[in-house]
Nanobody
Framework: QVQLVESGGGLVQPGGSLRLTCAAS????????MGWFRQAPGQEREVIAFTIDNSRTWYADAVRGRFTLSRDNAKSMVYLQMNDVNFEDTARYYC???????WGQGTQVTVSS
């Protein structure tokens, strides 16, 4: 049974950094593309980053150059390093196995001064 548990969210000031963590279980993570999504209040959920293959990652324009997705297949963990955050980054963040329709609880990130 696929399970994804996100953590690491919180309150951060503009220009600050945060590292989100996703613990995956119920499948062999190394076999699958993984991604991060976010949903801001009143908006649709959007993809912000996902692994294309072992060496390439796609990023949305809004986060490219500031956010970095990484993964530790041995630990079944996916990370999102968020740097230089801004108010528009306020959202609930979710990790996802790209090919599988399952959403965890997500973790809230709030950017506020």
């Amino acid at each position: 049974q696929v399970q994804l548990v996100e953590s690491g969210g919180g309150l951060v000031q503009p220009g600050g950094s945060l590292r989100l963590t996703c613990a995956a279980s119920g499948f062999t993570m190394s076999y699958y593309q993984m991604g991060w999504f976010r949903q801001a209040p009143g908006q649709e959920r959007e993809v912000i980053a996902f692994t294309i293959d072992n060496s390439r990652t796609w990023y949305a324009d809004a986060v490219r150059g500031r956010f970095t997705l990484s993964r530790d297949n041995a630990k079944s963990m996916v990370y999102l390093q968020m740097n230089d955050v801004n108010f528009e980054d306020t959202a609930r963040y979710y990790c996802k196995r790209i090919d599988y329709e399952y959403w965890g609880q997500g973790t809230q990130v709030t950017v506020s001064s």
